[in-house]
């Protein structure tokens, strides 16, 4: 069983950057396919970023060149690093695991945090 629970969100204007953080517990990231996905209201769940095994990084079309997922195997944390925050990156933000696979779809996923909410204003 894993255990994720996000943090790092809040509301910041266009332009500016968060940092999420995602803390594991229950296995290591070593091993894990970590990842972001985003839900906007009244829209699907949509991926945001993928981190495989701690260095392979894989980013949506949409956030490549401002986001970057890494992680800290020592603190088994993974982030989410946002810059150049745009309004439509307004979302709750959800962290996700699974032990093998590179999926781009939520379903692709076993264990999922709680979410936190970004809100970004122009």
């Known amino acids: 069983q894993v255990q994720l629970v996000e943090s790092g969100g809040g509301l910041q204007q266009a332009g500016g950057s968060l940092k999420l953080s995602c803390a594991a517990s229950?296995?290591?990231?070593?091993?894990?396919?970590m990842a972001w996905f985003r839900q906007a209201q009244g829209k699907e769940r949509e991926f945001v970023a993928r981190i495989y095994p701690s260095t392979l990084t894989y980013y949506a079309d949409s956030v490549e060149g401002r986001f970057t997922i890494s992680g800290d195997n020592a603190k088994n944390t993974v982030y989410l690093q946002m810059n150049s925050l745009k309004s439509e990156d307004t979302a709750v933000y959800y962290c996700a695991a699974v032990q093998f696979g590179i999926a781009t779809v939520p379903a692709g996923y076993k264990y999922w945090g709680q979410g936190t909410q970004v809100t970004v204003s122009s």
């Open positions: 229950g296995r290591a990231l070593s091993t894990t396919t």
